[in-house]
């Protein structure tokens, strides 16, 4: 059933966005203002991800063998089929509103009640699928019938469902979360683009081995005996409650916290003595939990310290290529970092990292305390810089995200890796579904 798991997670992309557009509605009234921008970057994505990809595939696949093995199932269907269809009519009306407010010749509360009128169908359609449909196929839908439709699902080759089409969607969403207002997004005034992906190599030699590796505060034991391996290219999720030892097994790797047994093998080097400044110029970049940024350097100065360990012949094009990717932090560059909004400050904390070309980034606890629509572009992002090759250990109490775009997975508690398999195992896991994924 993994056909089902991507379109409940497609469900979710959808939904935070119609929770952001809820918001921004509401700020629109207060102000009587519309930012075609970004209301027009919002309707793209429902045009080309909704209207042109995620209905497509659940008429094709889910409804049709839905529909042979569940005649009761067809009234239901029959009005979530016509929903499909009007879809792109309603979509039209609504960018044919904007303009007109945009023009002067509507007004803004016109637009608003527009918006709140598609945005409710939205919603409407989506809890019909997620409480009448997914629970039905469950139960009706044979193996053979998931295997024909996990095959589509899965197939990176196919325009509609493969990793061109993907990538696709990841940029549009990477616009909404830039030009959307600052109470919600990154309040950006340009879109920006998320770098394109290159040809990623299959997992392959080994880059990090970690041997009984234990860290004390004190008296009491943080880490005890932890050992664990990240090949090159793969990206890994440690996910477990506060106080599992996440952020303790993150900054031992970098060196900032001490290690008081075991060992740390790093592109094929023992470096369980080597100093954290020289653990970062052999490639270890870590965007830390809270993000830490220097409040009272600029967001520039704040970048350049993260490449200070790199010949300086690259910074200029490397701090291009984040502010392609996060041009608030362009716009800002001058400003104070301690003047960003706490998911502007995450996005300059990656950045940062970034500057010193890791062969390995740690990113510690990157989604948490922002708004819901900046929690998947985070998510968004690490799946670009996965694309790319790029090694990653990522800990995350929001574990679901962490493991579904994961390689691998480690669950800690209390300073003890107590599971591991793929991403796909653990959340499949009953024991990490009811104690992390609240299943």
């Known amino acids: 059933m993994e056909a089902l798991r991507i379109i409940k997670d497609e469900h979710r992309n959808l939904w935070r966005i119609a929770v952001t557009l809820d918001q921004v509605i509401g700020e629109m009234e207060r102000n009587q203002k519309a930012d075609p921008a970004f ?14 990809c995620h209905h497509r595939k659940e008429d094709d696949y889910l409804f049709r063998l839905l529909r042979q093995r569940s005649p009761d199932a067809g009234a239901l269907l029959d009005r979530l089929q016509a929903e499909h269809r009007n879809a792109p009519h309603n979509l039209a009306a609504l960018r044919q509103q904007l303009a007109e407010t945009v023009a ?5 509360g016109e637009l608003i009640e527009a918006l709140r009128l598609y945005l409710d169908d939205q919603k409407a359609h989506i809890k019909a699928e997620e409480k009448d449909i997914y629970p039905l196929a469950s139960q009706v839908l044979t193996a053979e019938d998931w295997a024909e439709i996990d095959k589509a699902f899965l197939d990176n080759d196919d325009p509609l469902f493969g990793k061109a089409a993907r990538a696709e969607y990841r940029e549009l969403y990477h616009k909404v979360a830039n030009l959307a207002p600052v109470s919600v997004g990154l309040g950006a005034s340009s879109a920006g683009e998320l770098q394109s992906a290159t040809a990623a190599l299959p997992a392959a030699d080994l880059l990090l081995k970690v041997d009984h590796l234990e860290s004390c505060y004190g008296r009491i034991k943080a880490l005890k005996g932890i050992s664990l391996e990240v090949r090159r290219g793969e990206t890994v999720a440690l996910v477990g409650a506060n106080g599992a030892g996440k952020t303790t097994f993150l900054r031992t790797l970098s060196g900032v916290q001490p290690m008081s047994a075991g060992s740390i093998t790093f592109d094929g080097e023992d470096i369980s003595k080597v100093r954290s400044d020289m653990r970062m110029r052999r490639g270890i970049c870590q965007s830390p939990e809270g993000r830490q940024v220097f409040g009272p350097l600029s967001i520039e100065d704040n970048l350049r310290l993260g490449a200070y360990t790199q010949p300086k012949g690259q910074v200029e094009g490397d701090l291009e290529k984040i502010y392609t990717m996060f041009p608030i932090l362009k716009e800002k560059r001058k400003l104070p970092a301690g003047t960003l909004s706490g998911g502007q400050q995450q996005m300059l904390a990656i950045g940062r990292a970034l500057m010193g070309r890791p062969k390995l980034l740690l990113l510690d606890e990157p989604s948490m305390g922002l708004a819901p629509l900046l929690v998947e572009e985070v998510f968004n992002v690490v799946k670009t810089l996965k694309t790319q ?6 800990a995350e109490q929001n574990a679901f995200s962490a493991l579904a775009i994961a390689d691998r997975g480690y669950v800690l508690e209390t300073g003890n890796i107590t599971l591991t398999g793929s991403g796909r195992e653990l959340i499949a896991d009953e024991q990490v579904r009811a104690a992390y994924l609240g299943m």
Do not use: N
């Open 39 to 52: 209301l027009g970057s919002v309707l793209d994505y429902f045009e080309h991800f909704m209207d042109g």
């Open 104 to 108: 002067g010749r509507s007004s803004v």
């Open 389 to 394: 090759g790029m090694t990653i250990i990522l």
